[in-house]
T-cell receptor
Framework: GQNIDQPTEMTATEGAIVQINCTYQTSGFNGLFWYQQHAGEAPTFLSYNVLDGLEEKGRFSSFLSRSKGYSYLLLKELQMKDSASYLCAVFTGGGNKLTFGTGTQLKVEL | AAGVIQSPRHLIKEKRETATLKCYPIPRHDTVYWYQQGPGQDPQFLISFYEKMQSDKGSIPDRFSAQQFSDYHSELNMSSLELGDSALYFC??????????FGQGTRLTVV
């Protein structure tokens, strides 16, 4: 079966850096995505990792270690608008099943 | 740029009724996914299609069925609706294993 774990909630200060971890145990692995979701809205794509290492995209970076079944999303220079749920999602099987983790609710405070 | 279109945006149905949700993927995307998201929960995978063929199935109740048509739009049919079916239903599309783009969702309320 699929098991994707993330912390439920995190709080950070505006301007700071926060790291959101994701661990996974899945049957088959074809890539890992991070999405941002504001309440009541659709998830929006942030990053994609298929090989080990760090992918940087502006204020957001994502890291993957396939051998450890581990990824993290790094958000720098936090802004109030970054308060949202961050979802880790893994492509499994034949690549046509995107399974989401439990999501991490990030609250950015002044 | 064209995005994933879902209709309707909101739907209110009574228990035991039937509902049909529609999804129009981004042009040239070959994969469509359906997700159900209850309040405070993560999106739960229901079903996916690749090139109009069902490719993966998740926790989709037997009361639900879905198909993808020749023009690549997809429909999720939900029968014998229950109160617990009230949720946001998202459709997403992608090109093979690329990033999935989500529609704005259909909010279904069963009363």
């Amino acid at each position: 079966g699929q098991n994707i774990d993330q912390p439920t909630e995190m709080t950070a200060t505006e301007g700071a850096i926060v790291q959101i971890n994701c661990t996974y145990q899945t049957s088959g692995f074809n890539g890992l995505f991070w999405y941002q979701q504001h309440a009541g809205e659709a998830p929006t794509f942030l990053s994609y990792n298929v090989l080990d290492g760090l992918e940087e995209k502006g204020r957001f970076s994502s890291f993957l270690s396939r051998s450890k079944g581990y990824s993290y999303l790094l958000l720098k220079e936090l802004q109030m608008k970054d308060s949202a749920s961050y979802l880790c999602a893994v492509f499994t099987g034949g690549g046509n099943k995107l399974t989401f983790g439990t999501g991490t609710q990030l609250k950015v405070e002044l | 740029a064209a995005g994933v279109i879902q209709s309707p945006r909101h739907l209110i149905k009574e228990k035991r009724e039937t509902a049909t949700l529609k999804c129009y993927p981004i042009p040239r995307h070959d994969t469509v996914y359906w997700y159900q998201q209850g309040p405070g929960q993560d999106p739960q995978f229901l079903i996916s299609f690749y090139e109009k063929m069902q490719s993966d199935k998740g926790s989709i109740p037997d009361r639900f069925s879905a198909q993808q048509f020749s023009d690549y739009h997809s429909e999720l049919n939900m029968s014998s609706l229950e109160l617990g079916d009230s949720a946001l239903y998202f459709c997403a599309s992608s090109l093979r294993q690329g990033e999935a783009f989500f529609g704005q969702g259909t909010r279904l309320t069963v009363v």
